[in-house]
C-alpha cells in the first residue's frame, strides 16, 4: 500500500499533508499512533493500492483502497458523525469502478460500502456520496 497523510479541516476541506510516491509504507509498530495536531479534531491516511498484490488486491495499475481517520487506536482523531444521511451508496464512485475482468461492479459496490461503514462513518462528512467525492478527488493526484 501507498499511504498519504491528511488533515482534515471542516471549514476549509481536506489536504495533503504528506506524499510519498510510489514507495512501500514502512510498518508501524502499533504502540505508535497518529497526532492530530494541536486543535485538528480529524486527521487520517490515504490509503492506496499499488495493484500488485494478489486477488482483489491485484490490479493492472495503483487504485485507492480508501481514507482511514485516525480514530482510538490508531490515533487521536475524533469520529465525527454523517451529518446527513449514514446509509450505504447504491452507485460505485469513479475510483472504485471495476479495472478488469477479475473485479465485478459488485464486489467494488460491496467494498466500497465496507469503507464506508468502517471508515467513512467517522470522516465527518454529509454521507456515503460526500466521502467517496472526497476520497477520489483526493486520490487523484497521488494516482496520476
Not at 1 to 21: I, N, R, T, V, W
Not at 65 to 85: F, I, M, R, T
Amino acid at each position: 500500500s501507498l499511504a498519504h497523510l491528511l488533515h482534515f479541516d471542516m471549514d476549509d476541506g481536506l489536504h495533503l499533508l504528506q506524499h510519498s510516491s510510489r514507495t512501500k509504507c514502512p510498518s508501524i509498530p502499533q504502540e505508535h499512533h497518529m497526532e492530530c495536531g494541536a486543535g485538528v479534531k480529524l486527521c487520517g491516511v490515504l490509503t492506496l493500492e499499488t495493484g500488485q498484490g494478489s486477488g482483489h488486491y491485484h490490479h493492472g495499475k495503483p487504485t485507492v483502497h480508501g481514507l482511514w481517520p485516525q480514530v482510538a487506536p490508531y490515533g487521536n482523531s475524533e469520529c465525527l458523525s454523517p451529518q446527513g444521511d449514514s446509509a450505504n451508496s447504491q452507485d460505485v464512485h469513479s475510483c472504485y469502478a471495476p479495472q478488469g475482468e477479475e473485479e465485478s461492479e459488485s464486489h467494488q459496490l460491496s467494498f466500497q460500502n465496507h469503507e464506508w461503514q468502517k471508515h467513512g462513518t467517522c470522516a465527518g462528512v454529509a454521507n456515503a456520496s460526500d466521502f467517496f467525492n472526497k476520497v477520489c478527488n483526493l486520490a487523484q493526484g497521488p494516482l496520476r
